[in-house]
């Protein structure tokens, strides 16, 4: 099993609706979760970072963790075709080891 | 500076020749990580600094690689020998610190090619 699991997609969603994202994690001690939004061609940018179970918002993005089921999922709403682009989630294992573990992504594509 | 900045952004190499990669974190970061991204794939972690040392080199991939920082800032990751398997984006990120709660921030990366 690996430690970070996305789809990789594409999802592909209409302008206008919600994306939704999700990804599990096996360290069942993991203490904090980011995802990144990243271009194709270019590196990856922070889009969120969550630590505590339930949501968190910024914007047109929530973050959402659960800690219990070891997932934790990305909504965007309002999609744009700017938003399409692969979404990789990271996840820091538990304290004493700082290196993040990736998943591989999910390309997202918003139809016009 | 304002972000993470890398050198080169592209570098094309011959097989077997060495290369040397160069990272400079956002100003006042004092951990820096050097991952690497291979066409299509994840991001694969080689290494990561707090100041200038390195607790952690399980990732890095041979006894080809090796990366060293300086005076708590400018990274460099070396590459030995290279080979085509080596073809791939090398990422450099940093962050306020260590511990759980710090985010990373990644610079434009640099897209190695070995010919």
């Known amino acids: 099993q690996k430690e970070v699991e996305q789809n990789s997609g594409p999802l592909s969603v209409p302008e206008g609706a919600i994306a939704s994202l999700n990804c599990t994690y096996s360290?069942?001690?993991?203490?904090?979760f980011f995802w990144y939004r990243q271009y194709s061609g270019k590196s990856p940018e922070l889009i969120m970072s969550?630590?505590?179970?339930g949501d968190k918002e910024d914007g047109r993005f929530t973050a959402q963790l659960n800690k219990a089921s070891q997932y934790v999922s990305l909504l965007i709403r309002d999609s744009q075709p700017s938003d399409s682009a692969t979404y990789l989630c990271?996840?820091?294992?538990?304290?004493?080891?700082?290196?993040?573990?990736f998943g591989t992504g999910t390309r997202l594509k918003v139809l016009a | 500076g304002a972000g993470v900045s890398q050198s080169p952004s592209n570098k094309v190499t011959e097989k077997g020749k060495d290369v040397e990669l160069r990272c400079d974190p956002i100003s006042g970061h004092t951990a820096l990580y050097w991952y690497r991204q291979s066409l299509g794939q994840g991001l694969e972690f080689l290494i990561y600094f707090q100041g200038n040392s390195a607790p952690d080199k399980s990732g890095l991939p041979s006894d080809r690689f090796s990366a060293e920082r300086t005076g708590g800032s400018v990274s460099t990751l070396t590459i030995q020998r290279t080979q085509q398997e080596d073809s791939a984006v090398y990422l450099c990120?940093?962050?306020?610190?260590?511990?759980?709660?710090?985010?990373?921030?990644f610079g434009p990366g640099t897209r190695l090619t070995v010919l």
């Open positions: 990271a996840v820091n294992p538990p304290s004493g080891t700082y290196k993040y573990i």
């Open positions: 360290d069942r001690g993991s203490q904090s």
């Open positions: 969550i630590y505590s179970n």
């Open positions: 990120a940093s962050s306020p610190g260590l511990g759980d709660n710090n985010e990373q921030f």
